[in-house]
C-alpha cells in the first residue's frame, strides 16, 4: 500500500501479538470498502505492531468458520458495538453443520436423531459428528437411522482439522459441551447453537422443542450473537533430562550431567485458567506478573483467570463478581487465600498475564483449562495467558443481554428472595 493511500473502513482491525496477523489482515482487507482516513506502512497495521496495554484488548476477528460473519454496524464507537447491534449474518448459505451430543447420556438419543434426520433430510445440510458418539451402541446397533450416519462426515479430537469445513455448531447437552466445542477450534470459530438439554444450562439458551423454526431463522442468518473472548494460554515446559556421560568403550562415567529442553503448549480457553496447589497439603505459592511486572505472590489453594464468561463458573464461587461476556476484561480471583485482603480483581483485556511457581515454594503447582489439559507446573515452567483474537460467537435465543440476565435468574437464582409484605398506612402506627 502507498503512503497516503486513502481507505475507508468500517471497523479497523488491528493484527495483535496474539495472532499470526497475516490470515487476519487478509481477512480483514476484504471488508474494506469506504473511505475515512489515510493508513501508512507505518501505521498499527506493520509488522512490527506490538499490542501492549489496551483498555479494549485485541479486536476480534468476526470471521466465524468459513461462511459467517458478524454484521458490521455503520454506527459502531471504535470496534465496540453496542451488545443490542450484533448480529449474525452469511457471505453463503451454511451448508454443513458440526452436532455436539454429550457422550453416554440417553436421554440425549431421541433428540439428537430426531435432529440429523431433520438436518440431512429437510435442510440438505452436511453434518459432522465426533467418531465416539456413532460408536454408542444405543447409535451404531439403529438399523433405521443406520441410512443416515452413512451421510455423516466423522472425525476424532486432536486428530483431525475440521476447522475449516464447518460452517456452524449445534451442542446438546450442558455448558459443557459448549466448552468442548470451543476446544476443538483454535482459531476462528464459527457460530454456536446450544440447546439446553443438560443440568445447568447457564450458556445454553435454546429449547429443543421449536429447534426447527429456531434453526430456519438461523440458517437464514436472522439472530443475535454474543462474543465470548476466549484466554490465548501459552505454557512454556522445562523439561529436565540426565544425560549419562560414556566413553569409547561405552563404560558409564557418570551418572549424568542434567539438561534442559523448553516444550511450549497453547490452549485457547473459554472460561478460565486455574492454577492450584494440587494433592499437596502446602499452600501454592505463585508469582503473578501483569505486562512484565511482577503485582503479587499468591499464597492460599490457587488462583483463578477467567473470562467474563466464566466469571460465572468457579470464580464465582470463589467469590468474584459476575461480568457480561460483552465487557472487555480478564478476571484474576484467589482460591482461599492465605491473606484476608486479597480480593478478586478485574485487568484490562488485552493485558499479558504471567504465572510461574515462586522460588521458595515447598511444592509444585497444577494447572488446567476449561477442567481439561490438566498437568504440574514445576520450577522454571511459565504459564502466559492475554485475551484471544479468535471469541466463540454464541447464538442468542433473545439478545445479549436479555438472555444473560435470563440465565441468572433461571440457573443461578440470583437476587431470589421472598419479599416483604406490603406496609398499609394502618401499620405504619405500630
Known amino acids: 500500500m502507498d503512503v497516503g493511500e486513502e481507505v475507508r473502513v468500517e471497523a479497523v482491525q488491528y493484527c495483535c501479538s496474539t495472532c499470526d496477523g497475516g490470515d487476519v489482515a487478509a481477512r480483514n482487507m476484504a471488508r474494506r470498502t469506504r473511505k475515512t482516513r489515510s493508513l501508512s506502512t507505518s501505521s498499527a497495521g506493520s509488522s512490527d505492531y506490538r499490542r501492549t496495554q489496551s483498555l479494549h484488548g485485541p479486536s476480534p476477528v468476526t470471521t466465524f468458520g468459513p461462511k459467517a460473519c458478524m454484521l458490521q454496524n455503520p454506527h459502531a464507537v471504535m470496534h465496540i458495538q453496542d451488545p443490542a447491534s450484533q448480529?449474525?449474518?452469511?457471505?453463503?448459505?451454511?451448508?454443513?453443520?458440526?452436532?455436539?451430543?454429550?457422550?453416554?447420556?440417553?436421554?440425549?438419543?431421541?433428540?439428537?436423531?430426531?435432529?440429523?434426520?431433520?438436518?440431512?433430510?429437510?435442510?440438505?445440510?452436511?453434518?459432522?459428528?465426533?467418531?465416539?458418539?456413532l460408536e454408542d451402541p444405543a447409535i451404531s446397533g439403529d438399523e433405521n437411522f443406520g441410512a443416515i450416519t452413512?451421510?455423516?462426515?466423522?472425525?476424532?479430537?486432536?486428530?483431525?482439522?475440521?476447522?475449516?469445513?464447518?460452517?456452524?455448531?449445534?451442542?446438546?447437552?450442558?455448558?459443557?459441551?459448549?466448552?468442548?466445542?470451543?476446544?476443538?477450534?483454535?482459531?476462528?470459530?464459527?457460530?454456536?447453537m446450544a440447546f439446553h438439554l443438560g443440568s445447568l444450562g447457564f450458556l445454553t439458551p435454546f429449547k429443543f422443542d421449536t429447534y426447527q423454526s429456531q434453526l430456519t431463522q438461523i440458517i437464514e442468518g436472522n439472530a443475535a450473537i454474543v462474543l465470548r473472548s476466549r484466554l490465548?494460554?501459552?505454557?512454556?515446559?522445562e523439561n529436565w533430562e540426565k544425560k549419562a556421560r560414556v566413553d569409547e568403550k561405552g563404560i558409564i562415567l557418570t551418572n549424568g550431567d542434567v539438561e534442559s529442553s523448553r516444550k511450549a503448549m497453547e490452549y485457547q480457553v473459554l472460561n478460565e485458567v486455574v492454577v492450584d496447589r494440587g494433592p499437596s497439603s502446602y499452600l501454592s505459592n505463585v508469582d503473578?506478573?501483569?505486562?512484565?511486572?511482577?503485582?503479587?505472590?499468591?499464597?492460599?489453594?490457587?488462583?483463578?483467570?477467567?473470562?467474563?464468561?466464566?466469571?460465572?463458573?468457579?470464580?464465582?464461587?470463589?467469590?468474584?463478581?459476575?461480568i457480561h461476556p460483552n465487557v472487555p476484561a480478564i478476571m484474576i480471583t484467589p482460591i482461599c487465600p492465605h491473606s484476608l485482603s486479597f480480593r478478586p480483581i478485574v485487568v484490562p483485556a488485552g493485558v499479558?498475564?504471567?504465572?510461574?511457581?515462586?522460588?521458595?515454594?515447598?511444592?509444585?503447582?497444577?494447572?488446567?483449562?476449561?477442567?481439561?489439559k490438566r498437568q504440574e507446573i514445576c520450577h522454571g515452567d511459565s504459564i502466559t495467558i492475554t485475551t484471544?483474537?479468535?471469541?466463540?460467537?454464541?447464538?442468542?435465543?433473545?439478545?445479549?443481554?436479555?438472555?444473560?440476565?435470563?440465565?441468572?435468574?433461571?440457573?443461578?437464582?440470583?437476587?431470589?428472595r421472598k419479599k416483604q409484605n406490603y406496609l398499609s398506612s394502618e401499620d405504619e402506627d405500630f
Not at 449474525?88 to 454443513?96: C, D, M, Y
Not at 511482577?294 to 466469571?311: A, E, F, H, N
Not at 504471567?354 to 503447582?365: E, G, P, V
Open 388 to 416: 484471544s483474537c479468535f471469541p466463540v460467537p454464541s447464538i442468542c435465543f433473545r439478545d445479549p443481554v436479555n438472555d444473560w440476565f435470563e440465565s441468572l435468574a433461571q440457573c443461578l437464582h440470583w437476587n431470589v
Open 288 to 322: 503473578l506478573f501483569l505486562d512484565g511486572h511482577l503485582i503479587t505472590t499468591v499464597q492460599g489453594d490457587g488462583v483463578i483467570v477467567s473470562t467474563p464468561t466464566g466469571s460465572t463458573a468457579y470464580a464465582v464461587a470463589a467469590g468474584a463478581s459476575m
Open 150 to 192: 452413512k451421510k455423516f462426515c466423522t472425525f476424532r479430537e486432536d486428530l483431525d482439522d475440521i476447522s475449516n469445513r464447518v460452517d456452524f455448531i449445534i451442542c446438546l447437552g450442558g455448558d459443557g459441551t459448549l466448552l468442548y466445542a470451543s476446544s476443538l477450534f483454535q482459531e476462528s470459530v464459527p457460530p454456536v
Open 352 to 372: 499479558e498475564l504471567k504465572i510461574m511457581l515462586s522460588r521458595d515454594a515447598r511444592n509444585t503447582a497444577w494447572v488446567s483449562f476449561d477442567g481439561r
Open 232 to 237: 490465548r494460554v501459552r505454557v512454556l515446559k
Open 87 to 133: 448480529r449474525l449474518t452469511w457471505n453463503k448459505p451454511p451448508t454443513s453443520v458440526l452436532v455436539i451430543k454429550k457422550i453416554r447420556d440417553a436421554s440425549l438419543l431421541q433428540p439428537f436423531k430426531e435432529l440429523c434426520v431433520f438436518l440431512t433430510e429437510v435442510k440438505n445440510l452436511l453434518v459432522y459428528v465426533e467418531k465416539k458418539v
